[in-house]
């Protein structure tokens, strides 16, 4: 099969998207570049085109030529036997429309499938499914309720219920604070829960080709400037990401324990990366991410040196996944 590293979107994450493929386009030189772009078409892009990208995560990236329809583009897919690299995030891309689309060609890509992507897209859900497997979660918020639950806890958290990257968070500190999540609440549904403080951690999930599942270091995160939004997440310098996390033996096993209880509760496939807070009560569950950032500087591929594998062995892993995968539901 021909590896096609399929990168953009039409969704916010595009910028990170673009900075993941140039990161699996190193490791995966011989794979064709396609560019999703925000038109809804698809773009054949050369390594120039895509390396020379100098901010992915500030500019916005221009294929320069003609595209096609995303949908020809699968069907283009299919009919010259490719595998798709997923190197996207986030929207259509990690809602489990995109990987619909493929099941019904009968396209092999990399990561979960359309069910379980949807599933833990819906933060809301997602927590339903980890808390039946053993996770702890926060209690949620109904919108009519946050001047209640301001009162009661002081302090709030609010993130888009199905978006990544950290876009749209908001720290409700003060009563001010209420009217922005109730006006960004307009225009798209919000998690709300009460704050909880403590040591942000991730923690990524992976599954090889032999069949074998299993948690992979805890990463510790201080941001660097209090929040690990977006701007922590690709921007600062400042702030850190800790690999093998600094926490005690017991709070490492619990995290790689909670991640992998995750990962199975929403069915996960190939690889997932789960985040929490380490509280001074233990941990607390906050999302599953199914396509979660593989850039240069991002928390997988961190994880995966600290446990001694190779970037390009993981990635033609989960070619070989993708697949079986394919193979079994043929």
């Given amino acids: 099969m021909r590896?096609?590293?399929?990168?953009?979107?039409?969704?916010?994450?595009?910028?990170?998207?673009?900075?993941?493929?140039?990161a699996l386009h190193r490791a995966l030189p011989e794979a064709d570049l396609w560019f999703w772009h925000v038109a809804d078409t698809v773009h054949?892009?050369?390594?120039?085109?895509?390396?020379n990208q100098q901010r992915p995560f500030e500019d916005e990236f221009d294929p320069g030529n003609r595209g096609i329809a995303l949908e020809a583009a699968l069907d283009k897919a299919k009919?010259?036997?490719?595998?798709?690299?997923?190197?996207?995030?986030?929207?259509r891309a990690e809602n489990g429309e995109l990987q619909a689309m493929c099941e019904m060609r009968g396209i092999p890509f990399t990561g979960s499938g359309s069910a379980s992507s949807n599933l833990a897209f819906d933060k809301t859900a997602a927590k339903r499914f980890a808390a039946i497997a053993g996770v702890e979660t926060p209690v949620g918020i109904a919108l009519d309720d946050i001047d209640a639950a301001f009162a009661e806890y002081g302090k709030l958290?609010?993130?888009?219920a199905r978006d990544g990257s950290s876009y749209g968070l908001i720290?409700?500190?003060a009563k001010q604070d209420l009217v922005a999540v109730r006006n960004a609440a307009k225009?798209?549904?919000?998690?709300?829960?009460?704050?909880?403080?403590?040591v942000e951690a991730t923690c990524g999930v992976l599954e090889r080709s032999d069949g074998t599942i299993m948690p992979l270091p805890p990463v510790e995160i201080i941001p660097g400037e209090g929040a690990f939004d977006y701007t922590a997440k690709y921007l600062l310098k400042s702030t850190q990401e800790i690999c093998p996390g600094r926490?005690?033996?017991?709070i490492t096993a619990d995290l790689m324990d909670q991640a992998h209880r995750a990962h199975r509760a929403l069915s996960c496939s190939g690889y997932s990366r789960s985040d929490f807070i380490v509280s001074a009560k233990g941990l607390v569950y906050l999302e599953t991410n199914t396509l979660p950032g593989l850039t240069a500087a991002s928390l997988y591929p961190k994880a995966l040196k600290a446990q001694g594998i190779d970037f390009s062995d993981f990635l033609r892993d989960q070619v070989v996944l993708a697949e079986q995968r394919l193979q079994r539901r043929g």
């Fill in 157 to 160: 958290i609010a993130k888009p």
């Fill in 44 to 51: 054949e892009v050369t390594s120039e085109a895509l390396l």
């Fill in 171 to 173: 720290f409700v500190n």
């Fill in 79 to 91: 009919a010259e036997d490719r595998v798709l690299v997923l190197g996207l995030h986030g929207g």
């Fill in 3 to 22: 590896i096609t590293i399929l990168f953009g979107g039409t969704n916010k994450e595009r910028l990170v998207s673009v900075a993941s493929a140039q």
């Fill in 247 to 250: 926490f005690s033996p017991a």
């Fill in 187 to 198: 225009s798209e549904e919000y998690l709300i829960e009460a704050f909880v403080s403590g």
